[in-house]
């Protein structure tokens, strides 16, 4: 079966965002430690329970809305979809990062990469709102 380049880029985004979702329901284990035994959390390393809960629900987010966008808008171009798909990971793992490493939030090179991810996402989402625009008006 032959799939074209844009359904294969739709497809790629939805199974980006199945397996944001899957690590978003793995955060959930130690988020439930957290609040369960806050005790125990330090042993794994768990600094910030507030940026370990934004990791986890960014990631169920950012997970649900990369399955939506890639299965509601079809052939999604390339520049539209690869900064949603790489945004959506680098947004959500940089609260995960601070859950680890809170002191890193002054960092000049967290706070260039979380720009830089902001960036890709904004892009995407930016680019997604003129595309169904567009689509839209011609119809």
Known sequence: MTTTLSAQTNQ??????????AVGALTGWPYALAVNDPDRIGALGIQSVPRLRQWHLDLIALGGLSVLVGSAVPDLPRRVAWPLTAGAWTNAHAFGVLAFRPDWKDSPVYKAAAVGSLAAVT??????AVLATKRWWER
């Open 12 to 21: 790629t985004l939805v199974l980006s965002g199945i397996l944001e979702l």
């Open 123 to 128: 892009w995407g989402y930016a680019g997604l």
